[in-house]
């Protein structure tokens, strides 16, 4: 059902009156543009930040015409919540650098997916081998490039494009969304229901619809919210079997590291 613009505002408000509530900074909630917000990792140097200004100067839809004729219908961009990723198992930041504390990621992306009406393609080809400044595009945004190597061998190569242009509409699609800066000052756990946590991506977004944005939760916390796009990357209703959301009545979203 599509909410009201009120009602998305409320729910931004209850994120961050939440946020008050724990002792967090205070404010209104704001938006701001998501290719500043994930990634405060370290910060980039300099030749990195001008691989990723570049390539979102290259990134036209263009780009994408050659896999104008591969059998899907729709992208999902999925977007981690870094910090739960971190928080299950433990996981050593020695051996895991997404997780190392002076990263402090927030939202990142896992993937981008060609998806079916019902169902997915996975594995659609010989990835071949992928130019190591291909991967670097998309530093900041993917958190690892091996985490960007595996997505690009099981999904994009179900795109129909190459690996520059695969990444290079990853980065766009990312380029498109906004992500409340609440997000950014957790520095303590905060419980939510998971439905605030979709309304502050639609009060950022306007322009998405409520189908289009599902929160996923596993073990009592925010593991995702997916975002879908049609192939020319404007913003539609996932499939029924893509929008199943959170069921439960309250998600935790341990705080950034």
């Known amino acids: 059902m599509r909410e009201s613009g009120s009602t998305r505002r409320r729910a931004g408000l209850a994120l961050a009156g939440a946020l008050l509530a724990m002792g967090g900074a205070g404010g209104e909630a704001r938006a701001f543009d998501s290719r500043q917000s994930v990634a405060e990792p370290p910060a980039a140097s300099a030749p990195a930040a001008e691989r990723m200004a570049q390539g979102?100067?290259?990134?036209?839809?263009?780009?994408?015409?050659?896999?104008?004729?591969?059998?899907?219908?729709?992208?999902?961009?999925?977007?981690?919540?870094?910090?739960?990723?971190?928080?299950?198992?433990?996981?050593?930041?020695?051996?895991?650098?997404?997780?190392?504390?002076?990263?402090?990621?927030?939202?990142?992306?896992?993937?981008?997916?060609?998806?079916?009406?019902?169902?997915?393609?996975?594995?659609?080809?010989?990835?071949?081998?992928?130019?190591?400044?291909?991967?670097?595009?998309?530093?900041g945004i993917v958190p690892s490039r091996r985490l960007a190597t595996h997505q690009w061998r099981k999904h994009g190569t179900c795109s129909g494009l190459d690996a520059e242009a695969y990444f290079a509409t990853l980065r766009e699609a990312w380029g498109k969304v906004r992500i409340n800066e609440i997000?950014?000052?957790?520095?303590?756990?905060?419980?939510?229901?998971?439905?605030?946590?979709?309304?502050?991506?639609?009060?950022?977004?306007?322009?998405?619809?409520?189908?289009?944005?599902?929160?996923?939760?596993?073990?009592?916390?925010?593991?995702?919210?997916?975002?879908?796009?049609d192939r020319n990357l404007e913003p539609r209703a996932c499939a029924p079997d893509a929008r199943r959301d959170c069921s439960a009545q309250s998600i935790r979203l341990p705080p950034l590291r």
């Open 56 to 139: 979102r100067a290259a990134d036209r839809p263009a780009s994408r015409r050659e896999g104008a004729n591969a059998p899907f219908d729709y992208y999902v961009l999925a977007l981690s919540w870094s910090p739960t990723y971190c928080a299950d198992e433990a996981r050593n930041p020695d051996s895991e650098p997404q997780c190392a504390p002076r990263r402090r990621y927030g939202f990142v992306v896992h993937g981008l997916w060609p998806q079916h009406e019902k169902g997915w393609p996975e594995f659609c080809g010989d990835p071949g081998w992928v130019k190591a400044e291909t991967l670097a595009s998309v530093d």
């Open 183 to 229: 997000f950014g000052r957790l520095d303590r756990e905060l419980r939510v229901a998971p439905k605030v946590v979709e309304e502050a991506f639609l009060e950022a977004n306007p322009g998405f619809v409520a189908d289009g944005v599902t929160v996923e939760c596993r073990g009592g916390m925010l593991r995702e919210v997916r975002v879908c796009f």
